[in-house]
C-alpha cells in the first residue's frame, strides 16, 4: 500500500499522524472488499454470491463504505507504525488512537484518502541530558542501640501478655482492660436515641474511647453504674465534642488486668522455638532492625534522588497512562477488600467520598510514581546496567545473612522465575542509584529515632 505520513508531537505526550492513501491502492481495497460483501451476502431475488455490485452499492452503500474506510485507516495504521522509523511513535496499548475532530474523512475511489488521527505515546527521555545539578541527598542517621531493643522487647512482651480477670470488688486502674455499656443522656435524663452501646473494649488510658472518660471510670467496680457529666473544651480535636458537656450513663460489665511476662529465656522460646536463651532473641531482633534500617535508608535515598531528579527534569505524562495507573491500583484495592471494582465504588459512596474524588486525590503521587518509574528505566538502558550470575549469588548470600537463614533457603524461595526476575531488577536498580550517587553529592543528615524513620514511609 502507497501510504505517505507526518507524524507531529503534540501537549501531553501525544502525537498527531496524517497519512494520505493514494487513490489507486483505495480503489484497489474499494474493489477487492465490495467482491467480498458481493460473493458472501444473501439478498432476495439473488442467489448467493450472484449479487451484482450496484444492487450491494444502492442497498447498503453507506454502511459498506464506513466498514471499507475503517478497514483502510487500519491497515495503513499497522503499516505505518511497524516501521523502523516510527517505533517511537506508537500508541499506548490502553489509548486508542482517534479521528481529529471525531470525523470520518470521506471515501471515495477516485481520490487520494487522507485522515489525521491523535493518540498518546510512551514518553521521551534523553537519559544522557539530565539534569543533576544541585543534588543533595541526606542520608538519616539511625542508631538501633539499647533503646530500640528495649522498645521492641516491650512490644513482644505486650504481645505475649496474659490478660486476667481482676477479683471481684478490686476497682478499674490505669492500664487495665475493661469492658462497659454505655448511653448518652439527654437534660432530662432520657436515652439519646442511637447513643447505647453494649460490650465496648478498651484499655484505660489509651483514650481509645468516643467519649474519653477514661479518669471518670478509675475506681469504678464491676457490675457499677455511674452518671458522668463531662465538659469539652472548646478546640478538642473531635468537632462532635468540642465546647459541648455530655451526660453518660455507664455500667463496668468487666474488669482485667494485662500481665506482662519476664523477660527471660522462656519467653524467647515461646516467641519461636528456634531461641533457646533470651540473648539468641535479642541478638535476632538487633539484625532485623539493622536490616530494615538499612533498607528504609536506602528507599529514601533512592526517592529523595528520583523526586529531586523529576524536579529538575520534568516531563508530560500522557492522560491516559495516569488514568490506566489509578484504575490499576483502584482494582488492587478492591482486591485487597476482598471484593470487586463495582462493589468498592458503592462502599466507597456510602462513606461520603466518590471514586472521582479518591482518583483526583492520587493523581499527584501518581504522576510523582510513574515519572521515576520512566526515568529508572531510561537510565538503566543508556548506562546498560547488568547483573552477573555471581552478583547474584552475593545476593543470595546477602540475604541468608540478613535474614539468619542458609543460602540454600534462600535459593528456594527464588526458585521461582518471577521471584528470580524481581530480584535481578532489583539488584540492577540498586547498581544503578550507587553509580548516579556518584553523580550527586550525599551527606549525612539528621539523627532520627528508629521509629522516626518509618513514619516518613506512612
Do not use: C
Not at 68 to 77: A, E, P, T, V, Y
Not at 201 to 216: H, L, P, R
Amino acid at each position: 500500500m502507497n501510504v505517505t505520513k507526518e507524524i507531529t508531537k503534540i501537549e501531553n505526550s501525544a502525537v498527531k499522524l496524517t497519512a494520505t492513501i493514494a487513490k489507486e491502492d483505495v480503489a484497489s481495497e474499494y474493489k477487492s472488499s465490495i467482491a467480498k460483501y458481493a460473493k458472501n451476502i444473501q439478498i432476495p431475488g439473488f442467489r448467493k454470491g450472484h449479487v451484482p455490485v450496484s444492487v450491494l452499492e444502492n442497498k447498503y452503500g453507506e454502511s459498506i463504505k464506513a466498514e471499507i474506510l475503517g478497514d483502510l485507516i487500519d491497515k495503513s495504521m499497522n503499516e505505518i507504525l511497524q516501521a523502523d522509523d516510527a517505533k517511537e511513535y506508537r500508541p499506548l496499548p490502553y489509548a486508542q488512537p482517534r479521528l481529529e475532530g471525531d470525523k470520518m474523512p470521506e471515501l471515495a475511489t477516485d481520490k487520494d484518502l487522507t485522515y489525521t488521527v491523535i493518540y498518546d505515546i510512551f514518553p521521551t527521555v534523553d537519559a544522557k541530558a539530565l539534569n543533576f545539578k544541585g543534588i543533595v541527598i541526606k542520608e538519616p542517621q539511625v542508631e538501633v542501640g539499647a533503646k530500640e531493643l528495649e522498645e521492641e522487647l516491650k512490644a513482644i512482651q505486650e504481645r505475649n501478655a496474659a490478660v486476667l480477670d481482676k477479683k471481684d470488688g478490686d476497682p478499674v486502674e490505669k492500664d487495665n482492660v475493661v469492658t462497659i455499656d454505655y448511653k448518652e443522656l439527654d437534660d432530662s435524663g432520657a436515652v439519646v436515641a442511637g447513643s447505647e452501646r453494649e460490650g465496648f473494649v478498651f484499655t484505660v488510658g489509651s483514650g481509645e474511647n468516643i467519649y474519653k472518660i477514661d479518669d471518670e471510670i478509675l475506681g469504678m467496680k464491676k457490675d457499677e453504674t455511674k452518671e458522668i457529666t463531662k465538659t469539652y473544651a472548646a478546640d478538642d480535636k473531635d468537632a462532635d465534642l468540642a465546647g459541648k458537656t455530655k451526660k453518660l450513663s455507664v455500667t463496668v460489665k468487666a474488669i482485667k488486668v494485662r500481665t506482662l511476662p519476664d523477660l527471660d529465656d522462656d519467653l524467647a522460646q515461646d516467641v519461636n522455638e528456634k531461641y533457646k536463651t533470651l540473648d539468641d532473641l535479642k541478638k535476632d531482633i538487633t539484625r532485623n532492625m539493622e536490616t530494615a534500617r538499612d533498607r528504609r535508608i536506602r528507599e529514601v535515598k533512592s526517592q529523595s534522588l528520583l523526586n529531586q531528579l523529576v524536579e529538575k527534569n520534568d516531563f508530560e505524562l500522557p492522560k491516559s497512562m495516569i488514568e490506566a495507573e489509578n484504575q490499576a491500583r483502584w482494582e488492587m484495592m478492591a482486591n485487597q477488600f476482598q471484593t470487586t471494582p463495582e462493589q468498592l465504588e458503592k462502599m466507597v459512596l456510602s462513606s461520603g467520598q466518590t471514586k472521582e474524588a479518591m482518583l483526583a486525590q492520587w493523581a499527584g503521587n501518581t504522576e510523582k510514581m510513574l515519572k521515576s518509574r520512566i526515568l529508572v528505566d531510561a537510565l538503566l538502558r543508556e548506562k546498560n546496567i547488568t547483573v552477573t550470575p555471581e552478583e547474584i549469588d552475593a545476593e543470595y548470600e546477602k540475604i541468608a545473612n540478613e535474614n539468619g537463614i542458609t543460602v540454600d533457603e534462600v535459593k528456594e524461595h527464588y526458585k521461582d522465575a518471577k521471584a528470580k526476575e524481581y530480584l535481578i531488577d532489583d539488584t540492577k536498580e540498586n547498581k544503578l542509584y550507587e553509580d548516579l550517587y556518584k553523580q550527586v553529592k550525599v551527606e549525612k543528615g539528621d539523627k532520627i529515632t528508629f521509629a522516626d524513620l518509618f513514619k516518613a514511609e506512612q
